[in-house]
Each structure stands twice: as C-alpha cells, then as structure tokens.
C-alpha cells in the first residue's frame, strides 16, 4: 500500500494518505483535535463526526487511480480516518470490497430490470457488514497504543470484534444483552473473546457499557471509538459507486438498527460528489426496519425529525436497537435525498430470507430478510420504475442464524435402497410442484 511520510521530525510516523483534520458535533458544528479522546459532543451530547480536507483528499485521487489501490476496506484511504500506516497495516487487509451482484432472477420477480446486491454477508473476516466499521475501531485503538477492547452487540458487532481483534492481537470482550443470537455468541468464544450476557436489552446495556468504558478506562468499538468506527461505514457506498463504474444508483434499500449504515452511507454518496467522482445527488435512500422494531422508519413516515423510542420485539436481532443513536442522522438523509422508510413483520421477513435464498441462492440473516420484504414491499408500491438502478444491501449472513429461522419439515429417513429413494425423490418433486402452484396462487 503505497503511503506518504510524516513531514514531522522524530519518531515519525508512516503516514497514511487520510486527509482526516478533525472532529466535529454534528449539531452545534464545535470541533475537536482528530487525536482526543471525545467521542460525543460535551455541549449537546451528540455524536461527532470526522471531517477531511476534501481539496487535498481531491489531488490523491488523481495521483493514485482505482488500479493502484488495495481491494479491501483501505481502497478510499483518503476519506476514512486512520493517519498511522503500522496500525492500519495490520487491520481489515481482507474486509470491505463485497461483491455487487446483479440480482436478475430476483429482480424479475419484483419487476426490477436493474436490482443489485450489495452481498457484505461475504464480507470477511466475520460475514456481516460491521466487519467495515469495526476494522476502523481496532485501527484507531492501534493508534492509541492499547491492547483491549470492548464491545456491546446485537451479535454481528461481537463477532467483528473477535475476529479482527484477535488478528490484530487485542484482547476483546463482547457484552451481550438479552435475547442474543446463541450462533454469534459461540462463534465470539471460539474466536477467543471474553463474553458477558447482560439482563437488559440492548439500548439499556449501551447505556451501562459506556459507564463501564468511563470507570475502567478501556475503550468500545461502537461506544468510546464511535466517530471512527462510524467512518467505517461509508465505504459500502463508495464501493457500490466505483462497482457501478461511478454511475450512482436511483435507488438504495438499506436495513437501519442504530442508523450508521445508511447515515454514513449518505455521507460517503456525498462525498463523491464533493470530489467530483461521481454524480450521486440523486440518489434515493429507503430504510427498512422491522415492524417489531421500527423507530426510524416510523419517524420517516410521520415526517418528524426525531426519533421515538420504542422497546424491541423482533426476530431480527441484529436490526433490535430502540433508541437509534444515529436516528435523527438518517431522518435526514432520507429528507435531504428523498426516500421512505417501510418495514416488515416477522413472518415477512422469514419469507424474505426464502425468497432471496430461491432467487439468488444467498442465505441471509433476518436483518437482510427485512431488507428484501421492504424492497418487495417497495417494489410492489410502484416506488421504483422498471428500469431503475435499485441496489439493496445484504448486510448478515445467515448461516449465524440459522437456529433462529423457522424449522422446516425435517425429511423422514430412508432405506438406502434404490426404490425406496425412487419413491422418495417422486414424494419431494410433488411437494414442490404443490408449493409452487401455491406461491402462483398466493401472487395471482
Ligand atoms: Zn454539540
């Protein structure tokens, strides 16, 4: 990876190109050294954000084209906000850059000639999108010179965590609220992470691991590392742009828990366009949350600026945060670009995931089965003409959840004989030819 050197004298640093300045509040626009240690905004407790120097960021990009950049989480190093080349070198060599892939058989159900896939529950290490925010969280702590780190999880936020943390050679520990996907949490062990089940949801054992960040000193991937864990984010949407060959899509459908994903999202689509790579203003953002847990898309459709918070009961773990910290953040976007936000029950989100798996032959999780009933929903509605450029985001995997999807028939065991097979392939081949005149009936 081709980095620049620090002009400072010594002990310098390999510098990477970010053209990162700083942090700023979202709201009151104070700003901070990008080197402290704030993380939410004293005067009004917002997030902060992290700005660049887009001028400068602008020359690196003609100095060093698309061929020249690593395909990984780095590709956009100008726009993300790790300055420490040692301690991005050692993270997410081989996250990010997730296939976009044109989605036709599923598009040609939903009357969709240009539908695509943005598949991060490909994304490695961990195969879930939060393997792109999380590599930012352990390059910054890198930076800070620790060797701990902190998380608390729906689940896929653990499981990132353990794995680059491992790689990186960090120590992790994953709080786990209640209800937690039993999948994610074993695979956190197995990768070699301390975890801890906390009674409470989500949103309250949030609030409890900040107290724990404050007292103990150790930081949080998604709490105390947030403004840079949120940078993280934003190379979703700069990926699907340059896989599109720098044509910006009409439409977005992206799942929305905290909000990062599509917040940041906006923000990198704008980006582009400050850079004049791309022309993304027109692009669309549709948030799509479970009806179980729907605080932002509620919000979208009542066209009110904040969010109300709700208490979870969902099957899609992964999308259960009630008090959305970046909620105000994607109400925004979604004002500023136009969009709508829709969600979807629990059955309709099962139906999703199978829909996906028998169009397109990927097994997702609920969070991306909530992704696909909206955009059948959507679809349906007449939101998107045929023709336009709708990408959907498929954000986790499902093999992590499977435990947690509805238990199909289990076939009965047969004699290892050839007639008895005969007799059981004609049983299976009238079973779907029964479900498939049911599915017809079910759209007629
Ligand atoms: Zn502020």
Known sequence: MSTLTAQSPAGSIQRTRSCATGLACHRCDKHYELADTVFSCPDCGKGLDVVYDYELAARHFKDFPSSERPHNIWHFEELLPIVDAAAQARVGQFSGYTPLIRADRLGAELGLSNLYLKDDSSNRPSLSYKDRVVSMSVARLLERGKGEIGCVSTGNVGT?????????????????????????????????AKVCQVEGN?????????EVAESTGMDFANITLRPFYAEGAKTAAFEIVEQLDWRTPDHIVCPAAGGTLSSRMHKGLGELQLLGLAETDGTRFHIA????????????????????????????????????????????????????????????????IDLLAATEGLLTEPAGGTTIAVLEKLAAAGTFAPDDTVVALITGNGLKTLYDHPQKPWPAKIDCELDAMLEALTELKRGDSLMDSARAQLRA
């Open 160 to 192: 990132a965590v353990a794995s680059l943390a491992a790689k990186a050679g960090v120590d992790a520990y994953v709080f786990y609220p209640n209800a937690l996907e039993d999948m994610k949490a074993r695979a956190c062990m197995a990768l070699g």
């Open 289 to 352: 949350q479970p009806s179980g847990c729907n605080p932002i898309a509620s919000a979208i459709i009542a066209e009110e600026a904040e969010v109300h918070p709700v208490t979870p009961e969902t099957a899609a773990h992964s999308l259960a945060i009630g008090a959305p910290g970046d909620g105000y953040l994607v109400i925004d976007a979604v004002l500023k670009r136009g969009g709508t936000g829709a969600f979807a029950s629990d059955p309709e989100i099962f139906a999703g």
């Open 202 to 210: 989500y949103d309250e054992a949030n609030r409890r691991c900040r």
